[in-house]
């Protein structure tokens, strides 16, 4: 009976803390980190003022777990789709196509990062870099890093350009998606999958013309 009532006490805590940083994404995404009020997210969470404060020690705790949540999600979908043992083709346009499914499937958490990144660096800024969101970077530029070095793509490639390439692309197309529909000369912006694989294919081809027999 205690062990039953205490996997209850642990599920509601867990369902509690889901809640908050859903209802803290979409506050901080609506208002900003100064703008944002905790009261309002206990509110949306459907919990009282003090409880937040039981979850994250403050504000910014909060707020970097709600960014921290969603790239440790997509951290998860890397170890997938990121195989040095795959067609490195395959692999980058199954990540640009991972990476612009999940920047729409957690819209708000993607538009408060990018909020913040345009903003002045502050030392939140520098957290929010350093610790939430360089693993994933580095684990695409280390992918591309090791299938350069395992002779599947260009020896010389800059890892960290081609993988700021890949990653603005999509930022771009998710920001943009709206104004780049009336964009003449292509038809990309209704087709998010067809987007990325194209994109993939100019990073990994390149523009250089090449003869049949090469």
Known sequence: MLETTHSSDVAAQADGRSRLLSSAALEFSRCGFAGASIAS???????????????????????????????VEFGQ????????????????AAFQRSHL????????????????LQDSVSDRCVTLVKEVLSPNFQRLVGYLRDAASAGLIRA???????????????????????????????????????????????VFRGLVARSESS
Do not use: M, W
Not at 81 to 88: Q, R, S, T, Y
Not at 101 to 116: D, F, G, I, P, T
Not at 181 to 190: K, N
């Open 101 to 116: 499914a999940h920047l729409q499937r957690n819209a708000e958490v993607a538009r408060l990062v990018l909020r913040e």
């Open 77 to 92: 979908t890397l170890n997938t789709v990121l195989a040095i043992d795959e067609d490195p083709g395959r692999c980058i």
């Open 156 to 202: 010389d490639l800059d890892p960290a350009a081609a993988a700021l390439t890949l990653l603005g692309a999509n930022l771009l197309y998710f920001q943009s998606r709206d104004a780049l529909a009336v964009l003449p000369g292509h038809d990309l912006a209704d087709d998010p999958d067809a987007f990325s694989n194209a994109v993939a294919d100019v």
């Open 41 to 71: 997210i206990a509110r949306g969470a459907g919990v009282v003022k003090s409880t937040v404060f039981h979850h994250f020690d403050n504000k910014e705790a909060l707020y970097l777990a709600v960014i921290r949540e969603a790239a």
